[in-house]
T-cell receptor, first 113, second 116 residues
Framework: QKEVEQDPGPLSVPEGAIVSLNCTYSNSAFQYFMWYRQYSRKGPELLMYTYSSGNKEDGRFTAQVDKSSKYISLFIRDSQPSDSATYLCAMSAENFGNEKLTFGTGTRLTIIP | DADVTQTPRNRITKTGKRIMLECSQTKGHDRMYWYRQDPGLGLRLIYYSFDVKDINKGEISDGYSVSRQAQAKFSLSLESAIPNQTALYFC???????????????FGPGTRLTVL
């Protein structure tokens, strides 16, 4: 079993819809949770970061972490065609200082105009 | 100009050849990483370096070696390439952790390597 599980999709939704992307994990030591966005033929770039449990909002994006369920989510409101990309969750344990990130496989998202 | 650059961007080679992938950064970061990305497997860490004198193996280092020539340069070598090393390779950099012990990793554009 992988430490981090993520549905690879692909996921296609109409423009303006709310998108929900999720990851589950098995390592209870994970404390740092990140979402990276990767456009085609580009490297991943950090989109959201959350420490421990809770919610974090940034514009149309909301990250949620539920450590009791070992489940993290990324919500995209009012989705736009420019949101079409692969979304990777990533996480690490506190004692590693974040130098070793464990990534999910990524979910490919397409927003249909 | 890009902060993290990788050369070459695409490479096709044959089994048994020696290949070097290069990474340069202008971000002034001490920490550098090499990952490979495969469909269905996500990003996996090959090697990482905290400074010029510090090199560490990652999750999948077998068949690879690295060289940290300077703070800004980190090279990945495949001594004798094999077909299952066909993948997308990314270099990344990060600064020292902030007070919360977190650091963001900045990725290069990737090198698409095909081993025939």
């Amino acid at each position: 079993q992988k430490e981090v599980e993520q549905d690879p999709g692909p996921l296609s939704v109409p423009e303006g819809a709310i998108v929900s992307l999720n990851c589950t994990y098995s390592n209870s030591a994970f404390q740092y949770f990140m979402w990276y966005r990767q456009y085609s033929r580009k490297g991943p770039e950090l989109l959201m970061y959350t420490y421990s449990s809770g919610n974090k909002e940034d514009g149309r994006f909301t990250a949620q972490v539920d450590k009791s369920s070992k489940y993290i989510s990324l919500f995209i409101r009012d989705s736009q065609p420019s949101d079409s990309a692969t979304y990777l969750c990533a996480m690490s344990a506190e004692n590693f200082g974040n130098e070793k990130l464990t990534f999910g496989t990524g979910t490919r998202l397409t927003i249909i105009p | 100009d890009a902060d993290v650059t990788q050369t070459p961007r695409n490479r096709i080679t044959k089994t048994g050849k020696r290949i070097m992938l290069e990474c340069s950064q202008t971000k002034g970061h001490d920490r550098m990483y090499w990952y490979r990305q495969d469909p269905g497997l996500g990003l996996r860490l090959i090697y990482y370096s905290f400074d010029v004198k510090d090199i560490n193996k990652g999750e999948i280092s077998d068949g690879y070696s690295v060289s940290r020539q300077a703070q800004a340069k980190f090279s990945l070598s495949l001594e004798s390439a094999i077909p299952n090393q066909t993948a997308l390779y990314f270099c990344a950099t990060s600064d020292l952790p902030l007070a919360e012990n977190y650091n963001e990793q900045f990725f290069g554009p990737g090198t698409r390597l095909t081993v025939l």
